[in-house]
């Protein structure tokens, strides 16, 4: 019994030892991860300069180019209006605006003619007086000079200068009666009507306001910086104007309700002065025929409109296109080198030109230059990345900038 009570444990205690031996001997292989990496994956573009046209953006406001107050001037009573009088209202050169009575005035017409009548033929007696006068001389006279009183000379003067007289307020006369007939200067519009049928108007009174239809033009403001990239014409004193190489276009953006419009123009002229306040220069362009109708249904481009213009400058050569959330504050971009290092880069991008997604850099650049699009704004100098150019990881090492070394 005792010997029992000792074997008894240690069969327990064997029994365990072997059990564990066999179950470390038959575990399982742990698995094995592979090591992560802890390098940045980004996007990249490799940079290829190019030719890019150039759009300046500014904006302005239309305006007619020819505006113009319509006066009367004589007095009377408006006897009628075109149809087309009236604010809005079309017409075209010639058109008859506004009649006003001219019953007064053609009597004027008549009187004055009368009196015209009456001094030639005064005039026609007092000259066949002063031939007679030439013939009594000739042969009555003692051979010496007639004096003029004997020639009747100041009395035929005096008669030919009531005949110019005469004419002179037949033509004023005649004038005036042309004047009841207000007629239009040219083609255009009513931008305002000051008068209607019946009302009596005197000299000086505004009958309306009215503008040309035949262009529109826009002042558009330039900042000297702009100035670098558009070729205008420029008018010297006694030369007249000089065309620029290539008509410069322009798109005016404009809304009317809720639609996008655009119209086409060209810059015609530049001003000859800078605004000293903006210290900006005023270009000129013009739209041909803004009221015209068009096929595409366009709307007319109204006087008053407010629109952005788009100009189309110079192309510049062998520049490089980056996308503007590439360009990070301080003007830094970050370029990947050789060995797929990140090198931060200062640029310097070209002001002035309106692009709405992209910046244009002509000198920082080499060509084959590997540029970061990824957004990192706090990528350390000399940072390893995994680049993929275009979405393509590269076969071989990238080619960057030779010999660049990362910052200090």
């Given amino acids: ?22 179950l470390m001997a038959t575990k399982p292989e742990p698995k094995r991860h592979p090591k992560s990496s802890s390098m ?11 030719d890019y046209q150039v759009r300046l953006r500014s904006y302005g406001t239309v305006s007619a180019r020819t505006r113009s107050t319509l006066i009367s001037e004589i007095s009377g ?8 009088f009236r604010e809005g209202g079309f017409f075209e050169e010639g058109d008859l605006l506004i009649e006003i009575e001219p019953y007064d005035y053609e009597t004027a017409v008549m009187v004055a003619e009368s009196a015209l009548a009456q001094v030639q033929n005064a005039l026609e007696q007092e000259e066949a007086r002063h031939q007679q006068a030439i013939e009594d001389w000739n ?28 004419e ?19 083609a255009g519009r009513i931008m305002k009507k000051q008068v209607d049928v019946g009302q009596f108007v005197t000299p000086g009174t505004v009958l309306a306001v009215i503008f040309a239809v035949d262009y529109a033009e826009i002042r558009i403001p330039l900042t000297n910086q702009q100035l670098d990239y558009i070729d205008l014409p420029e008018e010297y004193r006694g030369q ?23 119209w086409e123009g060209s810059i015609i002229r530049a ?23 068009n096929d595409s249904g366009r709307p007319p481009l109204r006087v008053g409109q407010y629109v952005t213009a788009e100009i189309f400058g110079k192309v510049l050569k062998n520049v490089f296109v980056i996308p503007k959330s590439s ?37 920082g650049f080499q060509e084959g230059d590997v540029l970061c699009i990824t957004s990192l704004p706090f990528a350390a100098n000399g940072a390893q990345v995994m680049v993929h150019i275009e979405g393509e990881p590269p076969p071989i090492p990238v080619a960057g900038r030779k010999g660049q070394k990362p910052k200090k």
């Fill in 77 to 84: 009573k408006i006897l009628g209006i075109s149809p087309s």
């Fill in 240 to 262: 007249g104007e000089v065309a620029a190489v290539k008509p410069v276009s322009v798109k005016l953006h404009g809304k009317v309700g809720i639609r996008e419009v655009v």
């Fill in 1 to 22: 019994m005792n010997i029992f009570r000792i074997l008894l444990p240690i069969g327990v205690l064997g029994t365990a030892i072997g059990i564990a031996a066999y």
């Fill in 271 to 293: 001003e000859g002065v800078f605004d000293t306040r903006s210290r900006h220069l005023f270009v000129v362009a013009q739209v041909v025929d803004p009221y015209g109708k």
């Fill in 327 to 363: 360009v990070y504050p301080d003007e830094e971009v970050l370029l990947i080198d050789s060995n797929s290092k990140i090198q931060r880069t200062k640029i310097q991008p070209l002001e002035g030109i309106h692009a709405e997604d992209v910046d244009i850099v002509k000198d």
């Fill in 139 to 166: 042969r009555l006279g003692d051979g010496g000079q007639p004096t003029a009183l004997t020639l009747r000379k100041p009395q035929l003067a005096q008669t030919q200068a009531a005949v110019s007289s005469a």
């Fill in 168 to 186: 002179s307020r037949v033509g004023q006369a005649k004038r005036n009666l042309e004047r009841t007939r207000i007629t239009a200067p040219y």
């Fill in 40 to 50: 940045t994956s980004v996007q990249a573009v490799r940079l290829e300069s190019q």
